[in-house]
């Protein structure tokens, strides 16, 4: 039998996907752990549901966030936290930063060097060679799967989409308490569509400060002699707002009840729920 490391992203999905395998899978295992990478950007909500699994549902989550290695040809490790020690400010993303630059469309190093390279880390640090690693994609989500396999996606091999995963939560004790809307466990994620952003911008404003700051001080030119855009098709946080002022849009709902799909709709995967990827 192989080790398992299940990745927590802290959603939802995710969390169903830990509850099925501690449940009804660990005798498939030799050994098992849990692991959830902190980035300093997360909804507060996000770490409080984390705790709640570790304390009524047993994942004893290892607590993780990204150790960056300045002035050194090394990618980010990792450090140990907990719920209370963990960094609700933005310093482990901005080190990040500092380093490698502001994240975006065509430089998505934010999940390599804030969630992979932590996880894969800390296995090493344990003496975990080979393992698989189980990420809670849904069955609805299909499209986000990888060719590595390294990598099992329980929820997709138990045909498990959003609507099974929302009616399991409401047999739980708890919930993940952000809205159901245009949140998600990172509020303004560059990959989010921009309905959801504008949503965002026009309920919440105070989440944009943290990008403009990385825009202010880690927007490196590349290698073209171009600033770097935080989001997709070249946009700043100040389109967002100037964007969201001069147009009439419908604001974002859940998936089930948004308005006909246009191209304020798309998005990438990690809008909602930002998982671990080999690619």
């Known amino acids: 039998m192989s080790n398992l490391a299940i990745s927590f992203s802290g959603g939802r999905s995710s969390a169903v996907m830990t509850k099925l395998i501690l449940d009804k899978h660990k005798d498939e295992f030799n050994e098992i752990t849990v ?3 902190n980035t300093g950007q ?5 770490l409080e549901f984390v705790k709640n699994c570790d304390e009524q549902l047993d994942f004893n989550a290892v607590w993780l966030e990204a150790r960056t290695h300045l002035g050194q040809r090394k990618g980010c490790t990792h450090r140990i936290v907990d719920f209370n020690s963990a960094d609700r400010k933005g310093r482990v993303f901005e080190n990040m ?9 065509g430089y998505p190093h934010c999940t390599r060097e804030l969630k992979l390279n932590p996880f894969k880390s800390y296995l090493k640090s344990i003496g975990w060679k080979d393992y698989k690693t189980a990420i809670g994609i849904r069955a609805d989500e299909i499209d986000r799967m990888t060719s590595d396999a390294s990598i099992i996606y329980p929820l997709i091999t138990g045909l498990w989409d959003k609507e099974r995963v929302n009616q399991e939560m409401k047999n739980w004790p708890f919930d993940l308490e952000i809205p159901n809307d245009a949140h998600g466990n990172c509020v303004w994620c560059w990959k989010k569509s921009f309905r959801k952003l504008y949503t965002l911008a026009e309920s919440n404003p105070e989440y944009f400060n943290f990008p403009r700051k990385l825009e202010n001080n880690y927007n490196r030119i ?3 002699g171009e600033n770097r855009r935080l989001f997709r098709g070249g946009k700043t946080v100040d389109d967002i707002f100037s964007e969201l002022n001069s147009s009439d849009f419908e604001r974002y709902k859940d998936d089930t009840e948004s308005p006909q799909i246009t191209f304020l709709d798309l998005g990438g995967g990690c809008g909602d729920s930002c998982e671990i990827t080999y690619d």
């Open 35 to 37: 692991v959830f990478c």
């Open 42 to 46: 997360e909804h507060e909500a996000t």
């Open 97 to 105: 930063a500092e380093k490698y630059g502001m994240p975006g469309q």
């Open 222 to 224: 590349n290698e073209k």
